[in-house]
């Protein structure tokens, strides 16, 4: 099936553990996002990559590291994590805009509990 | 910068009500408009979408009409089911990457 498949779709973990989130997109899109979900369903835009390339990064502790292999890839990379980082994070990608404003393709989250 | 204002919920109704959720939004030139649905324990899909003023967006039912002389894009239903219950985004696209996305209103619809 086509899709942005994130995994896993849930973790739970202590503070202080590094843990990563994966995701994939065989759409063929340029772009991938990391959005992060907090208790109050507000989304807000951690990271960007179009091509491989990093052209958003907005004010996220330095914890958070995003990795992009190949345009069809990106993972977040959690350093020491704390109560706080608990959330729901959404992956999605998006085609390059010339080819007409489709909006987001959303994977289906995953829920990370820092206990 | 580019913002997206929603109205807050939660909002509650009956089967077969009529429905109405504002979105107004602040933002120079000319972006696209969207709403997007979570269903519980999912990710956000795409709903319905407007790139032009006067553009209607509909899809299962909803509308929105992108009005430029109020900055709005509310979203409506004629008759909503217990299935329509959901948290329902507005968000617009101005730049060539990044949505901004409104705060989310939490639709109930019971039986």
């Known amino acids: 099936d086509t899709a942005v498949s994130q995994t896993p779709k849930y973790l739970v973990t202590q503070m202080g553990n590094d843990k990563s989130i994966k995701c994939e997109q065989n759409?063929?899109?340029?772009?991938m996002y990391w959005y992060k979900q907090d208790s109050k369903k507000f989304l807000k835009i951690m990271f960007s990559?179009?091509?491989?390339?990093?052209?958003i990064n907005e004010t996220v502790p330095n914890r958070f590291s995003p990795k992009s292999p190949d345009k069809a890839h990106l993972n977040l990379h959690i350093n020491s994590l704390e109560l706080g980082d608990s959330a729901v994070y959404f992956c999605a990608s998006s085609q390059d805009l010339l080819q007409g404003d489709l909006g987001y393709t959303f994977g289906s989250g995953t829920r990370l509990t820092v206990v | 910068g580019n913002s997206v204002t929603q109205m807050e919920g939660p909002v509650t109704l009956s089967e077969e009500a009529f429905l109405t959720i504002n979105c107004t939004y602040t933002?120079?030139?000319?972006?696209?408009l969207f709403w997007y649905v979570q269903y519980p324990g999912e990710g956000l899909q795409l709903l319905l979408k407007?790139?032009?003023?006067?553009d209607k967006g509909s899809n299962k039912g909803f509308e929105a009409t992108y009005r430029k002389e109020t900055t709005s894009f509310h979203l409506e239903k004629g008759s909503v089911q217990v299935s329509d219950s959901a948290v329902y985004f507005c968000?617009?696209?101005?730049?060539?990457?990044?949505?901004?996305f409104g705060s989310g209103t939490q639709l109930t619809v019971l039986p």
């Open positions: 933002a120079t030139g000319y972006p696209s």
């Open positions: 968000a617009l696209r101005r730049n060539a990457r990044q949505l901004t």
């Open positions: 759409l063929g899109h340029d772009t």
């Open positions: 990559y179009n091509n491989k390339e990093l052209i």
């Open positions: 407007a790139t032009k003023a006067d």
